[in-house]
């Protein structure tokens, strides 16, 4: 079952993020095999880093929450909240998997939030520049409760574009890049 996991960090919380940065890593090493997809997104300074996204596979919603939950910055205090659902990965490919690369270009993460009736049901026809992509769901994988790509864009109103806006309650875009140990 595969789970986007996105931790919010709790304002005045860098100095405590840096100093587990090791802890964080050492963490997610333990999950290198069933990353879909990982990295921080950043406030609108593009310096500071607000937030860390996990897109992972694991056997059943109890793993998922143990994952959410046990990580060392979720323990010391780092983050404010942690969404946590069901999704489906789209594309059928890790990001390392992107033909795009790692680096270059602005990336970022789009999350469409909301109740109504399901958008954005297929992949967008320009598909050349998402890293990932797929509907958040319930936990029983059932409803469809909004969507969450990673994608290179040009700037934040092209990434946002790659949803349907008016189809969402809200539409988040957050600086993002790829994560991990460099």
């Known amino acids: 079952m595969e789970f986007f996991c996105y931790h919010r960090d709790r304002p005045g919380s860098h100095s405590l993020r840096g100093e587990l940065v090791e802890e964080h890593w050492s963490y997610m090493d333990r999950y290198a095999a069933e990353l879909i997809a990982r990295g921080p997104t950043f406030a609108d300074d593009g310096e500071t880093?607000?937030?860390?996204?996990?897109?992972?596979?694991?056997?059943?919603?109890?793993?998922?929450?143990?994952?959410?939950?046990?990580?060392?910055?979720?323990q010391a205090g780092v983050y404010r909240d942690v969404l946590l659902r069901r999704w489906?990965?789209?594309?059928?490919?890790?990001?390392w998997e992107f033909p795009g690369g790692a680096s270059g270009g602005d990336r970022f993460l789009?999350?469409?939030?909301g109740a109504g009736p399901a958008a954005d049901l297929e992949l967008p026809a320009?598909?050349?520049?998402?890293?990932?992509?797929?509907?958040?769901l319930s936990d029983d994988g059932v409803s469809r409760l909004g969507t969450a790509a990673l994608l290179r864009a040009a700037d934040p109103d092209r990434a946002r574009a790659v949803l349907t806006a008016e189809r969402y309650a809200d539409v988040e875009v957050h600086a993002w890049e790829f994560g991990g140990r460099r």
Do not use: C, W
């Not at 789009?110 to 939030?113: A, D, I, Y």
């Open 49 to 74: 880093v607000s937030g860390s996204v996990h897109i992972v596979d694991l056997p059943d919603a109890a793993a998922a929450r143990a994952f959410a939950f046990d990580e060392p910055n979720y």
């Open 88 to 95: 489906r990965n789209l594309l059928g490919r890790t990001m």
């Open 110 to 113: 789009v999350l469409g939030l």
């Open 126 to 136: 320009d598909r050349a520049e998402l890293i990932a992509y797929g509907p958040l």
